[in-house]
């Protein structure tokens, strides 16, 4: 038995159509829209608990001798402590703490451009002495082997260790000679002076609404965690209990 053209004999091949082809593609991003939404609900806390892992890290990095922080923000020209997830509108700047609750110095953030895009960076400031006392690249996309060095470069991040705010934070090459001086690297000036760009930026910003030295907000110790205690209660109660065994 031979085969046999369809089309010879005058049969034709039903082709979809077009409501169906529309239907089928709506199903289809629907699906990927709710499996996007979901990965995005899911991953989102993570994200957020990894973010600010991050920053903690980086506001004791820039801010030496800390070893606790808590996010302040600006409101009606004066500092308020408020929770780390809270979110606000209001500019934002970190204080840092000691063991002891004793004052470090601020964690200032603050962004501009660089030679290819945006760079933010975190930088410590101690008001009682009037120095920037630290630095970290929160984020850039500068030139590979040139404009990375910003961070890559551990010269170039000394710089910013002890460093004067005053008159101006200013770059120069070929050396430091005053303490409010920054030495360029060589083969990324720009990106050098994006940095002390956007320091200076934060410093404009932030220094004239800050307290005097030594009237900085104190710490304030994050309130017990509720089913921490509910807990504990239980556990009092239950035999062999703290308090069974005192009763005991």
Known sequence: MSDVDPGALGGQ???????????TLGIAGLISGLAIAGVYQITKPIIDRNMAEALRRAVYKVVPG??????MVLRESRLVVVAEDEQTTDPVIYGAYGEGGDFKGYAIENNGPGFQDNIQVLYGFDPARRLVIGMEILESRETPGLGDKIYKDADFVANFADLAVEPEIVVVKGGRKAENQVDAITGATISSKAVVKIINGGNGRWLPELPEPGQEPAYVAPPAVEEDVEEDKSASHRPGGKRGREEG
Do not use: I
Request: proline share 6%.
């Open 13 to 23: 091949t039903q082709e979809p159509s077009g409501l169906r082809l529309v239907a």
């Open 66 to 71: 800390s070893a606790t922080m808590q996010k």
